[in-house]
């Protein structure tokens, strides 16, 4: 069994900044990809970083690149998304994912993804 657990959402004026965490735990736990999408209201859930933990390679959607940086650190099993310059169109409810190395070929998919966070809500303000 694997747990995420997402954490750093809130109310953010546009313009401003937030950091999310997703820390990762389980006794079986080895993934090697670990990402994060959102959901909007009303859209479909979409893509937004991905990151390699052994190698810290990344991958990041054109929507969101040069404003959200995706890191982690390795030693707590856990996952950063900073979020710079935020927008209107970023609010949703970010959901922090985790798969194996061998899907990283599909990072920006969902199916790339064996689990999966409960979510956490950012909403920004114009």
């Known amino acids: 069994q694997v747990q995420l657990v997402e954490s750093g959402g809130g109310l953010v004026q546009a313009g401003g900044s937030l950091r999310l965490s997703c820390t990762a735990s389980?006794?079986?736990?080895?993934?090697?990809?670990m990402g994060w999408f959102r959901r909007a209201p009303g859209k479909e859930r979409e893509f937004v970083a991905a990151i390699v933990l052994s190698t810290g390679s990344t991958k990041n959607a054109d929507s969101v690149k040069g404003r959200f940086t995706i890191s982690r650190d390795t030693a707590k099993n856990t996952v950063y998304l900073q979020m710079n310059s935020l927008k209107p169109e970023d609010a949703a409810v970010y959901y922090c994912?985790?798969?194996?190395?061998?899907?990283?070929?599909?990072?920006?998919?969902?199916?790339?993804?064996?689990?999966w966070g409960q979510g956490t809500q950012v909403t920004v303000s114009s």
């Open positions: 994912a985790a798969g194996p190395g061998h899907k990283w070929y599909k990072a920006t998919m969902e199916s790339g993804y064996d689990y």
């Open positions: 389980g006794r079986t736990f080895s993934p090697d990809v």
